[in-house]
C-alpha cells in the first residue's frame, strides 16, 4: 500500500478509549494515529506491543494487530515477533514503571541486541494504574502512598541508561507538543536498529504537573532546548543562551553579552556518541540547574539489526558441512558417570 492511501481515521479502533480526563496519553495515542499513515506501512504489518500500566492500554485502541501482553516483558515479547517475522513493523507501548522496574533487564537487553522495533517509553514519573506509588523515574522527596515521607530513591535517567546500554537511537519528547512528537515518532519508525523515544507525559490525577517546567509557556524557552543536527545548542527568552564546551566540559554561556557567535557554541551531532552523552546528563531540577532538558534525537548509530545477524548466520549455517547424528553419538565426546 503507498503512502496516502491510509488516513488517521483507518488507524482509530472501536474501543472506548478509557484513560482519565485530560491525560497526556489522548494526546499520543493522536499523534501516532496521524504519524502512521505518512509512513506507507500496510496497516497489516504493524504490531503494538505492550506491558502493564495505563500506556498499555494503547493497543486496543489503534486499529491494527497487537497484544496487551504480561507486565515489563513487552520487549521479550516483541522480540520474539520480530524474529518470527521480520519484514513486521513492530512498535513496543511502555512505561516509565513497566519499562525500568520489573522489566528493566528486559529493556536493556533489547537495546544493546538491537532488533528493528521503535519503543515509546511513556515518563510520567509515577505508578498511575496501580494509584499513584512512586516510580523509578519519580524524583526525590516525592510523597505518594508508597512514600509517604518522601522517595529517598535516586531517579533513573531514561536515556543515560539507553545509552550506557548501547543503544542505537535514543530521543525525548513531550505530550504537550504535538508537532515534535510526530516529528520524533517519524524518526523513530525510521531508524533501522531499536529505536527508544522517551515521552514526557503527564498524569492529571496523581502527578499533576511534574513537567511544567518544560510545558509551561513562560518557563519553556530557558528550561528546554530543542536539538537539532549540525544546529548549535541555543536557547533562552531571546535566543541568547547557548552550551559551549571548555574542553570536554559543557557550559551555559549568554554568547550574546560575550561577544561570541553561533560557531563557538556546541554544535549537535547526532551521531557523536560523547555529545550524546553530555546531552543525557542536562537532567538536573530545572530549580537548580541552568542546563536545560533535552528534547529531539540525542544519538542515532547505524549498525547491523539482530535479526539480519541472525538470518546470516543460518544461511551460513546452511551453507557449512553437513552435520552427522551418528558421529556426535559414537564420537569420543562422552563421559561415564561411575
Not at 519519580?138 to 509517604?148: A, E, N, V, Y
Not at 547526532?270 to 540547574?289: G, I, Q, V, Y
Amino acid at each position: 500500500m503507498m503512502e496516502g492511501t491510509l488516513t488517521a481515521k483507518d488507524f482509530v479502533s472501536d474501543q472506548d478509549v478509557k484513560w482519565c480526563p485530560g491525560c497526556g496519553d489522548y494526546s499520543i495515542l493522536k499523534q501516532m494515529q496521524q504519524t502512521l499513515p505518512e509512513l506507507g506501512y500496510r496497516k497489516e504489518d504493524i504490531v503494538f506491543i505492550s506491558g502493564i500500566g495505563c500506556s498499555s492500554r494503547f493497543p486496543y485502541y489503534m486499529n491494527t494487530y497487537g497484544m496487551h501482553s504480561i507486565h515489563g516483558r513487552a520487549p521479550s515479547v516483541a522480540s520474539g515477533l520480530k524474529i518470527a517475522n521480520p519484514h513486521l513493523h513492530v512498535w513496543v507501548i511502555t512505561g516509565d514503571g513497566d519499562a525500568l522496574s520489573i522489566g528493566g533487564n528486559h529493556l536493556i537487553h533489547t537495546l544493546r541486541r538491537n532488533m528493528d522495533l521503535n519503543i515509546l517509553l511513556f515518563n510520567n514519573e509515577i505508578y498511575g494504574l496501580t494509584k499513584g506509588q512512586y516510580s523509578p523515574t519519580s524524583h526525590q522527596g516525592l510523597k505518594t502512598k508508597s512514600s509517604p515521607l518522601g522517595s529517598i530513591d535516586y531517579p533513573f535517567n531514561p536515556l543515560a541508561l539507553a545509552l550506557g546500554a548501547n543503544a542505537s537511537f535514543i530521543a525525548r519528547s513531550m505530550d504537550r507538543d504535538p508537532k515534535h512528537l510526530r516529528d520524533m515518532m517519524r524518526r523513530t519508525a525510521e531508524h533501522k536498529g531499536t529505536s527508544l523515544l522517551e515521552v514526557y507525559q503527564n498524569c492529571p490525577i496523581f502527578n499533576d504537573g511534574v513537567f511544567e517546567d518544560f510545558t509551561d509557556k513562560k518557563k519553556k524557552n530557558s528550561t528546554t532546548i530543542y536539538v537539532e543536527h549540525q544546529q548549535p545548542l541555543i536557547f533562552g527568552e531571546d535566543s541568547e543562551l547557548g552550551i559551549r564546551l571548555d574542553g570536554l566540559t559543557p557550559e551555559v554561556v549568554n554568547y550574546k553579552k560575550l561577544g561570541l557567535s553561533v560557531n563557538d557554541l556546541m554544535i549537535h551531532d547526532e551521531k557523536d556518541l560523547n555529545k550524546a552523552n553530555l546531552l543525557t546528563r542536562f537532567f538536573d531540577d530545572p530549580a537548580e540547574s541552568s542546563f536545560p532538558r533535552p528534547f529531539g534525537v540525542i544519538y542515532a548509530e547505524e549498525r547491523p539489526t539482530y535479526e539480519d545477524l541472525l538470518v546470516e548466520q543460518i544461511e551460513n549455517a546452511k551453507q557449512a558441512k553437513t552435520a552427522d547424528l551418528n558421529v556426535l553419538l559414537a564420537g569420543s565426546n562422552f563421559w561415564e558417570v561411575k
